[in-house]
Nanobody, 127 residues
């Protein structure tokens, strides 16, 4: 069993920055990729970014490339999402999730490949 707790969300003006954290417990964290997804009411959950267990490889959704950066500190069992140049369209609930596959070779953008999820943290970007 894995428990994930997101934090760091809030209200920010367009052009600003936020850093989200995802703290994990209950599994050998460094063996699993972690992804960030986001969702707005009435819409499907969208892929934001993912990072391999080692932290050596990352993958980003097209809408956030060059603005968002994912990283992890396995000693702290924590994954971060640094969000810069925020836009109103980035407003959503952000979720972190742990990959269901041990030591996955190719990072996935599909939410069906992640089987443990946090409760989400709201990010609101005002124009």
């Amino acid at each position: 069993q894995v428990q994930l707790v997101e934090s760091g969300g809030g209200l920010v003006q367009a052009g600003g920055s936020l850093r989200l954290s995802c703290a994990a417990s209950g599994r050998t964290f460094s063996n699993y990729a972690v992804g960030w997804f986001r969702q707005t009411p009435g819409k499907q959950r969208d892929f934001v970014a993912a990072i391999k267990g080692s932290g050596g490889s990352t993958y980003y959704g097209d809408s956030v490339k060059g603005r968002f950066f994912i990283s992890r500190d396995n000693a702290k069992n924590t994954v971060y999402l640094q969000m810069n140049s925020l836009k109103p369209e980035d407003t959503a609930v952000y979720y972190c999730a742990v990959d269901r596959v041990l030591l996955r070779f190719v990072l996935s953008s599909s939410d069906s490949e992640y089987n443990y999820w946090g409760q989400g943290t709201q990010v609101t970007v005002s124009s």
